[in-house]
């Protein structure tokens, strides 16, 4: 179905509705790369910490080296799973909100 733009008001409407579009896009877009990276420095410190920790020879003993650094490398990853988990969510989240949408205006056009 197309759509017959015609006067100086229609056109507007038009290019300003564009507009936003694009607007709202590069706005996700930033949003997404903050997101990440918060995620890649959260776990970048967590790492750090595990790792200042067991420089220090007295923390440790020599038999609970490996174990205790695997733990820790586990509990650095903890900030990945929670942004993943954002990033999994948001698509979704979008996704249904533009079924709904198109199933709106659908009833509203019938």
Do not use: C
Not at 76 to 105: C, D, H, K, M, Q
Request: glycine fraction near 8%; hydrophobic fraction near 55%; charge should be positive.
């Amino acid at each position: 179905m197309r759509t017959q733009v015609s006067g100086p008001g229609r056109l507007e409407r038009l290019r300003h509705r564009t507009h936003s579009v694009v607007h709202d896009a590069a706005a996700q877009f930033i949003l997404w790369l903050t997101l990440i990276a918060v995620v890649i420095h959260a776990v970048v410190m967590d790492v750090a910490a595990v790792f200042r920790f067991l420089e220090n020879p007295a923390g440790v003993p020599d038999g609970q080296l490996a174990r205790v650094l695997f733990v820790g490398l586990k509990e650095s990853s903890r900030p990945a799973a929670l942004g993943g988990i954002f990033v999994a969510l948001a698509p979704l989240l979008a996704a249904a909100g533009i079924y709904r949408e198109g199933t709106s205006r659908s009833t509203a056009a019938a």
